[in-house]
């Protein structure tokens, strides 16, 4: 395990490493077991997978065929993240961040490991610059690995532990040089973000920012965080923040960039009374002209925080309640096209309960629909659903590795 330096005032000790842990039979064991490797099947066959949760488990699919290749028994609920290196997917249960090997990209059988990264309350996974960044609401302390270590490394790779402060849902971010940016809050509510160099010296911080959640790279690096009243912008030791149109309650809370894009596509709720978690409006925040914009769906047309990505040219793809899959161009605030996909939706009584969600992965998108127990997959160059396959389950979260 390596040492790092000091990164956070106040803190006397900095903890190092991470523990392997095997989950215990009734709480998440890895007691499935991966379709046999032929010649002839998808494991065999070097390509995407895609790992899609339900109640009690976790499928994994052919990126291509959407077939199944392995199956395995998890917790009740589960969220699941992409690790960062095309292969490996975070399976958050309840004793930490899980690992879950696709073998995305290989010959090899998929495996739900036994190796945990232990934490309290597992929260928010964030991959940037070659790392991987785990964040735990519990203690509100930071793990951080390299992310090539996580194929490389025979059981856990070495980590950096960076201590919080006071427990809170947060999130944090490392950026190319070593600046530490992580969200500041505890039990009684968020506030804002602290910036801090390698050394751990604070070079920015603001506490205006009250129920900060999500964050974004855009384009040169820009760091985007959404409030419930706006949006902060971090840009070389710089924090700014935008106001939402409607005051004093205008929440942005996810976030959804590219690397080649200044403009972020974020989520947005302006009524705080509102029943259920459909959306229907999107933020366009412009990270170069530092400006935000409201953009009203179309009609009939609503969302949640799991129906945003980014896709092919930089545009927004919105899977809504009408089925279809609406494109957004980020430059002009317009939409510009339309893909029916799947049937109309309601959305759920709760954010955890199954509902339709979107992925995208270079140019095919994979859509679940829990109504119908499926999953789809979409070219996006020409809104054709090229693959679908239908599940013993139904579907609830998902993520892709890209192999």
């Not at 609401?137 to 790779?157: Q, V």
């Amino acid at each position: 395990m390596r040492t790092s330096p000091l990164r956070r005032a106040g803190i006397t000790a900095l903890t190092i490493g991470a523990v392997v842990t095997l989950a215990a039979c009734s709480s998440g064991a890895a007691t499935g077991s991966a379709a046999p490797a032929t010649p002839d099947s998808p494991s065999a066959s070097p390509g995407p997978r895609v790992a899609v949760g339900y109640e009690g488990g976790v499928v994994v699919l052919d990126g291509d065929t959407l077939e199944p290749v392995a199956e395995f028994d998890s917790e009740e609920f589960i969220r699941l993240n992409p690790a960062g290196d095309d292969r490996h997917v975070m399976v958050t249960m309840s004793e930490g961040f899980q690992v879950l090997d696709t073998a995305a990209g290989t010959a090899e059988e998929p495996e739900l490991t036994d190796l945990v990264f232990e934490a309290d309350k597992p929260g928010h996974v964030v991959r940037h610059a070659g790392k991987t960044i785990l964040y735990a609401d519990g203690t509100s302390d930071t793990t951080i690995f390299d992310t090539a270590d996580l194929a490389a490394s025979e059981g856990l790779p070495d980590v950096e532990t960076i201590e919080g402060v006071e427990a809170h849902h947060g999130v944090s971010i490392v950026l190319e040089d070593g600046t530490f940016l992580t969200t500041v809050g505890n039990a009684d509510g968020r506030s804002g973000i602290t910036a801090q160099d390698a050394g751990g010296a604070v070079i920015a911080e603001t506490d205006q920012c009250p129920g900060v959640h999500g964050e974004g790279t855009a384009k040169d690096e820009v760091v985007v965080f959404g409030c419930e009243n706006g949006a902060l912008i971090y840009d070389g030791g710089e924090i700014v923040k935008l106001d939402s149109p409607d005051q004093p309650y205008g929440r942005i809370g996810n976030a959804f960039t590219t690397e080649t894009s200044p403009i972020v596509l974020m989520d947005y709720k302006n009524d705080p009374d509102a029943e259920g978690v459909l959306l229907s409006a999107v933020t366009l925040v412009d990270t170069d002209a530092r400006t935000l914009e409201v953009i009203e769906m179309p009609e009939g047309a609503q969302y949640t925080f799991r129906d945003l990505a980014r896709g092919p040219g930089d545009l927004g793809y919105i899977l809504a309640s009408d089925g279809s899959i609406h494109v957004l161009d980020p430059t002009s605030g317009e939409f510009v096209d339309e893909f029916p996909v799947i049937q109309a939706w309601e959305g759920p009584a709760e954010w955890q309960d199954p509902h339709p969600a979107i992925l995208v992965s270079g140019d095919i998108a994979y859509v679940t629909e829990p109504a119908a127990n499926a999953v789809h997959a979409v070219d996006l160059t020409t809104g054709e659903v090229v693959a679908t396959t239908e599940l013993d389950a139904v579907p609830n979260e998902f993520a892709v590795a890209a192999g």
